[in-house]
């Protein structure tokens, strides 16, 4: 091969390498974490049961190149998920979801307290320059109207505060349906959880498009 041959040759090479280079990038997969408490975890659930796995799945049969890693603690509450925030969300995270609060409104903790330990959770986040989805939870009726009055707004207020997505209620088409939750009436089962992602999957899916947005 001629010099001019082989030069010509590299210069196509390289081309054709470097215009693959994005396409290279935009086949990374996202990296998102689920961070929250038995709702998240897949309390008496397989793993291929949870919510981070049945969104993983639903995710990637619907062409979204995504991993979900399942950071959700059973029994965590918002003071539990702030001592661990840090540590539980590697670095090279493209995104969380947050859902925390339920085990703060069923022990009855003050509503200002779980407020301020989430604020401490997304400022936290901010810092990283990770972008959250939260997911909200409602107060439970046997704590009354005064705390759920005080309890269930912590969430909006916290989304417009950081000005990230929200959906409002993550058990929303699961509670107090016998056949969607385990036997203890709290927690869903497999079922249920394929409800939540089924509800849930859209504004996942726009919260990604958001990030593969920033990402260019």
Request: proline share 6%; charged share 20%; aromatic share 6%.
């Amino acid at each position: 091969m001629s010099f001019k041959a082989s030069l010509l040759h590299f210069i196509v090479m390289s081309a054709l390498a470097l215009a693959a280079l994005p396409a290279a990038a935009q086949d990374k997969a996202i990296q998102l974490v689920g961070f929250g408490d038995s709702l998240m975890a897949g309390y008496q659930l397989a793993p291929s049961e949870s919510y981070t796995a049945q969104l993983e799945a639903a995710l990637k049969a619907s062409g979204q190149n995504v991993v979900v890693t399942n950071a959700g603690v059973s029994g965590d509450t918002t003071a539990g998920g702030l001592s661990r925030i840090d540590w539980s969300v590697p670095d090279g995270t493209d995104g969380v979801i947050l859902e925390l609060g339920a085990n703060d409104a069923l022990r009855g903790i003050s509503p200002e307290q779980s407020e301020k330990n989430l604020d401490a959770i997304l400022a936290r986040l901010k810092e990283r320059k990770i972008p959250v989805f939260l997911v909200g939870i409602l107060a439970p009726p046997n704590m009354g109207g005064d705390y759920a009055e005080k309890f269930n707004p912590i969430y909006k207020r916290l989304a417009e505060k950081y000005v990230v997505p929200l959906y409002p209620f993550f058990l929303d088409g699961v509670a107090t349906i016998s056949s969607l939750q385990l036997s203890d009436g709290m927690h869903p089962n497999a079922k249920g959880v394929a409800v939540m992602v089924e509800k849930t999957i859209q504004p996942v899916k726009s919260f990604l498009g958001a990030i593969k947005d920033k990402g260019k």
